[in-house]
């Protein structure tokens, strides 16, 4: 059975002449509609490997496409745009072009879980789309997500002091960001904070903004975890050649200057 | 005069394997736990066999008969055997109706369980009456009723059979395929349109897999003659509006979500290791694969080997297996026991 299903082709692959005449015969318009092939050019064959490198990715040679994970996905439901079934295939294919077309939506997905629950063959969906999401930052074909600056911050803090202090979490967070200190909802909280005077909890926060506590003896446990997320990081990079990358484009900026 | 041999099961492949030692002047005693011989196309009502399109009740039931009237086979229906001891050419069983027998060696033809489509909730079976398994199709054919919707008798103008299920299904456990429900399906397929040339079926699969000459009679003729249409897609959830059935899912192929409503929907359900497998293990002292289905010994030398000398296994005890298959290694586990009363040493060294 043959597939002419429209949605699957491109506005940009359609092109229509305003004036043609062939052979004396007008088609003018829409009668010489006529659709561009998609071609694939080229595969990288490293990409499903990047992705199984990275932390959730690890199953994603599990997949045989039975879409249960499309299926089942909340924000499949909202955006049927949104598709993980399918950024599995074309991972698995080494169609990167392809997945970069989605990079605004990867990230999306909610973390619910319903894929991970429904995939008959234990692929992990939510997993990929977090090593997805992860894979798009290292490569620098999107931002690094807020979300992603909060862990940072949050890891920054806990590998220095042992130990999180709120207000000074978010001050860099906020900072990080490039968010104004003053949101709407600390106005609030710090309102509620003055009528309630919880006096315990508001002293207890300022000897911390002030003194900045660390957890005793702390150094080496520190030091621990900071050298297992160097290591991780280390091992991200190699597998996804980012030095390699990074180096490459030096040189071209530096052969450009001269 | 040897010792008889004990077939466990009266199946395809028990049925097959007492012909084969009767043919051969071999006596034997078959034990089936259920009242009714033939196994799971008579127990079940099947309808007609793939490849032979004969009805069950025909070809299965030549088979029973077969081995009823045979003098070398003395048939014991009803009965469970309840312990196991001894060497090769040399065992003794108690069986549940108080009998003890020698016998020189065993065949076990112990078969499957069909799988209960309620551990797949999602997809509506025991939630609404017509969502129904392929075994309840075959039963609807079979009967001479014909394929009609259980909640009010009504000819289904549309039916959607969904493929694996209980099969290829880590999230239940049940990694294997179950071999025959593809081809099965296909086959009722067929069945359906040929008595409701009006009705639309669909069948929604992961992997098709109509293996051997099954691909022409089965997959191909289905959609060539019989224009079946085959959608690549694992439904996630069948819901009811009051009237109808609705089946959801995305249809891969052109990667669309799919909302559709069917009048029937048919479970292709696979087979499990038989729910007796365990007490079967302690009672016979063999191993079990690790799904829970028989393991298999030697597969080179002598056929249908266990984990234990003298006992053998045959058909879907050992995992999901067809029918004629079922009966050729019913045969050959047959060659082996017989081997190992009649000729002890040349057997060994298998």
Not at chain 1, 82 to 106: A, V
Request: glycine share 8%; charged share 25%; proline share 5%.
């Amino acid at each position: 059975m043959p597939i002419h299903e429209k949605s699957l082709i491109r506005e940009e692959n359609i092109t229509v002449q305003e004036e043609l005449v062939i052979d004396g015969v007008d088609v003018s318009g829409h009668w010489s509609t006529f659709i561009e092939p998609r071609v694939v050019t080229d595969y990288n064959e490293e990409l499903e490997e990047e992705i199984a490198a990275l932390p959730g990715g690890e199953y994603i040679h599990r997949c045989w496409q039975c879409g249960s994970c499309t299926n089942s996905c909340t924000v499949n439901a909202i955006d049927p745009e949104f598709n993980p079934r399918f950024w599995i295939y074309l991972i698995r294919t080494g169609m990167e072009e392809e997945l970069l077309r989605d990079k605004e939506r990867i990230w999306q997905c909610v973390s619910c879980n319903q894929c991970t629950y429904a995939c008959p063959r234990d692929v992990f969906p939510e997993g990929v789309m977090k090593a997805t999401a992860h894979w798009l930052e290292l490569k620098g074909h999107t931002p690094k997500s807020p979300s992603m600056v909060f862990d940072e911050v949050f890891t920054e803090q806990v590998i220095a002091t042992g130990k999180i202090e709120e207000g000074r979490t978010l001050r860099r967070f906020l900072g990080r960001t490039a968010q104004p200190l003053m949101q709407d909802w600390i106005v609030e909280m710090g309102k509620k904070l003055l009528t309630n005077l919880p006096l315990k909890m508001l002293t207890k926060m300022g000897i911390g903004s002030v003194l900045a506590p660390r957890t005793r003896g702390w150094s080496k446990a520190g030091a621990a975890i900071q050298e297992y997320q160097d290591e991780q990081q280390a091992k991200h990079r190699k597998a996804l050649n980012l030095d390699e990358l990074v180096a490459m484009a030096e040189q071209e900026l530096t052969s450009q200057e001269q | 005069m040897t010792k008889p041999i004990l077939v466990v099961g009266a199946g395809p492949a028990g049925l097959a394997a007492t012909h084969a030692l009767a043919a051969v002047g071999q006596p034997s005693i078959l034990v089936e736990k259920e009242d009714t011989l033939g196994g799971a196309p008579i127990l079940s009502g099947y309808a007609r066999l793939v490849p032979s399109d004969e009805w069950a009740k025909d070809a299965i039931g030549r088979m029973v008969e077969r081995s009823v009237q045979s003098p070398l086979v003395d048939v014991r229906e009803g009965t469970r055997i309840t312990e196991f001891s001894g060497q090769p050419g040399n065992f003794s069983a108690k069986l549940s109706s108080g009998d003890q027998i020698e016998v020189g060696s065993a065949v076990l033809c112990t078969g499957f369980t069909h799988f209960d489509s309620v551990n797949k909730p999602e997809w509506g079976f025991g939630t609404y009456e017509d969502v129904v398994t392929t075994t309840q199709v075959e039963q609807m054919i079979s009967s001479g009723k014909g394929v009609r919707c259980p909640s009010d008798g009504r000819k289904p103008s549309r039916v959607a059979i969904l493929l694996c299920v209980g099969s290829r299904d880590r999230q239940i456990g049940r990694e294997w395929c179950s071999k025959i429900c593809c081809t099965v399906s296909s086959n009722i397929a067929m069945e359906i349109r040929e008595e409701l040339p009006d009705c639309h079926v669909y069948i929604y699969y992961m992997d098709i897999r109509t293996f051997g000459l099954y691909e022409t009679k089965y997959y191909w003729r289905s959609q060539e003659e019989f224009k079946v249409k085959y959608i690549k897609s694992r439904i996630a959830e069948v819901t009811s509006d009051g009237e109808r059935l609705i089946v959801k899912g995305e249809d891969t192929l052109v990667k669309r979500p799919i909302t559709i409503p069917f009048d029937m929907v048919v479970h292709a359900i696979g087979m499990d290791p038989n729910v007796d497998n365990k007490n079967l293990a302690e009672v016979f002292g063999i191993d079990l694969e690790v799904n829970g289905f028989i393991d298999r010994g030697n597969s080179y030398g002598n056929m249908g080997e266990t984990s234990r000398p003298g006992v053998f296994v045959a058909g879907a005890a050992t995992g999901p297996e067809t029918i004629d298959d079922s009966i050729s290694q019913a045969t050959a586990a047959a060659m082996a026991a017989l081997a190992q009363v009649h000729t002890p040493d040349a057997a060994a060294a298998g």
